[in-house]
T-cell receptor
Framework: AQKVTQAQTEISVVEKEDVTLDCVYETRDTTYYLFWYKQPPSGELVFLIRRNSFDEQNEISGRYSWNFQKSTSSFNFTITASQVVDSAVYFCALSGLNSGGGADGLTFGKGTHLIIQP | DGGITQSPKYLFRKEGQNVTLSCEQNLNHDAMYWYRQDPGQGLRLIYYSQIVNDFQKGDIAEGYSVSREKKESFPLTVTSAQKNPTAFYLC??????????????FGEGSWLTVV
């Protein structure tokens, strides 16, 4: 069975601070994908990043960066110089592959509510 | 614009009634999914479909039904058998049976409240 744990239920920081959201996963699959999604108050989930299990290279996209470490089964997300618009619920998710190579769906963590105070 | 359209945004249901949530996508995605989100919780998979006329149960399929008669459409019916249907429902889609298929995109969601 797959499992994703986001231990931080809520984080509150002041604008311009850096913040890291933690994600720990469990899977028996050798090939899998990890994702981060952002859910603003409107409710829609916005795709941020996908990482496959064979690519441990860290990724940076503007103020966002991701640290994937298979040794600790973690896929952490850092926002640098946070802004009020970053306030949202962030979900980490895991997907295995079915026999056809497609996704059966995502296993989500419970999310971290990030509050950026002005 | 390309995307996933869910309707209605807000829906009220009386106990004992069936209701159907619509989901349409024009992304030419093969796979479609329905998730349920409860307050303060992550998303849980209800049903998914990799191709037309085929679908599989997810983790919490009891009390729900789906159909996939067209590639673009994947409606979800919340039946009276679902004992606690009040939740936020999210439809999603992906390319499905290839490497691109592992990125799943979401609609804006539908709020269902039992009154």
């Amino acid at each position: 069975a797959q499992k994703v744990t986001q231990a931080q239920t809520e984080i509150s920081v002041v604008e311009k601070e850096d913040v890291t959201l933690d994600c720990v996963y469990e899977t028996r699959d050798t090939t899998y994908y990890l994702f981060w999604y952002k859910q603003p108050p409107s409710g829609e989930l916005v795709f941020l990043i996908r990482r496959n299990s064979f690519d441990e290279q860290n990724e940076i996209s503007g103020r966002y960066s991701w640290n994937f470490q298979k040794s600790t089964s973690s896929f952490n997300f850092t926002i640098t110089a946070s802004q009020v618009v970053d306030s949202a619920v962030y979900f980490c998710a895991l997907s295995g592959l079915n026999s056809g190579g497609g996704a059966d769906g995502l296993t989500f963590g419970k999310g971290t509510h990030l509050i950026i105070q002005p | 614009d390309g995307g996933i359209t869910q309707s209605p945004k807000y829906l009220f249901r009386k106990e004992g009634q069936n209701v159907t949530l619509s989901c349409e996508q024009n992304l030419n995605h093969d796979a479609m999914y329905w998730y349920r989100q409860d307050p303060g919780q992550g998303l849980r998979l209800i049903y998914y479909s990799q191709i037309v006329n085929d679908f599989q149960k997810g983790d919490i399929a009891e009390g729900y039904s789906v159909s996939r008669e067209k590639k673009e459409s994947f409606p979800l019916t919340v039946t009276s058998a679902q004992k606690n249907p009040t939740a936020f429902y999210l439809c999603a889609s992906s390319f499905g049976q290839d490497e691109r298929g592992n990125t799943i995109y979401f609609g804006e969601g539908s709020w269902l409240t039992v009154v």
